[in-house]
């Protein structure tokens, strides 16, 4: 079984910055890719960052030069570091990884998702 877990969304004023935290945890054998996508009310699910094993990123357009995306090999957790947000940045959150389990399967896994409410 595993499990991604996010922590650090909530309320900040436009201006402001987050730090968001996804942690995989379970049966792992390698994380490869990892990444954050938002999803706004009404809206579809769209890429915010993504990070390979090898630390090679790209980034939507709309937050490039604002955002940032880390990982920690060592504790199979992915950041995204949010700063200079807007009102548009307002979203729920998912993390997600692209996992090989230590059974041998591999399977694209997401988290349950942390709010971020930027306020004008």
């Known amino acids: 079984q595993v499990r991604l877990v996010e922590s650090g969304g909530g309320l900040v004023q436009a201006g402001g910055s987050l730090r968001l935290s996804c942690a995989a945890s379970?049966?792992?054998?390698?994380?490869?890719?990892m990444g954050w996508y938002r999803q706004a009310p009404g809206k579809e699910r769209d890429l915010v960052a993504r990070?390979?094993?090898?630390?090679?990123?790209n980034y939507a357009d709309s937050v490039k030069g604002r955002f940032t995306i880390s990982r920690d090999n060592a504790k199979n957790t992915v950041y995204l570091q949010m700063n200079s947000l807007k009102f548009e940045d307002t979203a729920v959150y998912y993390c997600?990884?692209?996992?090989?389990?230590?059974?041998?399967?591999?399977?694209?896994?997401w988290g349950q998702g942390t709010q971020v409410t930027v306020s004008s």
């Open positions: 997600n990884a692209d996992i090989r389990t230590s059974w041998g399967f591999q399977n694209v896994y």
């Open positions: 379970g049966s792992i054998f390698r994380v490869n890719t």
């Open positions: 990070i390979t094993s090898g630390d090679s990123t």
